[in-house]
């Protein structure tokens, strides 16, 4: 199970960071990251770290604004979220796979999804 906190409301420009802590599931050996969906949209990738910790990767948009960390010690991924947008406003997800590369940026490259934590950003 996958619980993610530290979504909530800021002014554009402000910062969050969020949170995705598994319970029954080791991190060690699995790719993590973040997806998110906005109102009418579909759900689009964000971020993820490889197995790893070596590689990092994002969407266009949120690249030197996010940034996306892993504490295996601790189950627990991070992703600290710089310089919000209006249109960063989503429900984000966070997940854990271990899908090959070329399955991040899709969602059915991803095992298992946490429950989502709204991020609403105003403008």
């Known amino acids: 199970q996958l619980q993610a906190s530290g979504g909530g409301q800021v002014q554009a420009g402000g910062s969050l960071r969020l949170s995705c802590t598994a319970s029954g599931l080791s991190f060690r050996g699995y790719n993590v990251g973040w997806f998110r969906q906005a109102p009418g949209k579909e759900r689009e990738f964000v971020a993820a770290?490889?197995?790893?910790?070596?590689?990092?990767y994002y969407e266009d948009s949120v690249k030197g604004r996010f940034t996306i960390s892993r504490d295996n010690a601790k189950n627990t991924q991070y992703l600290q979220m710089n310089s919000l947008k209006a249109e960063d406003t989503a429900v984000y997800y966070c997940?854990?796979?271990?899908?090959?590369?070329?399955?991040?940026?899709?969602?059915?490259?991803?095992?298992?999804w946490g429950q989502g934590t709204l991020v609403t950003v105003s403008s």
């Open positions: 770290v490889r197995w790893s910790g070596s590689r990092t």
């Open positions: 997940v854990v796979g271990s899908g090959v590369l070329s399955s991040t940026w899709s969602p059915s490259g991803w095992g298992y």
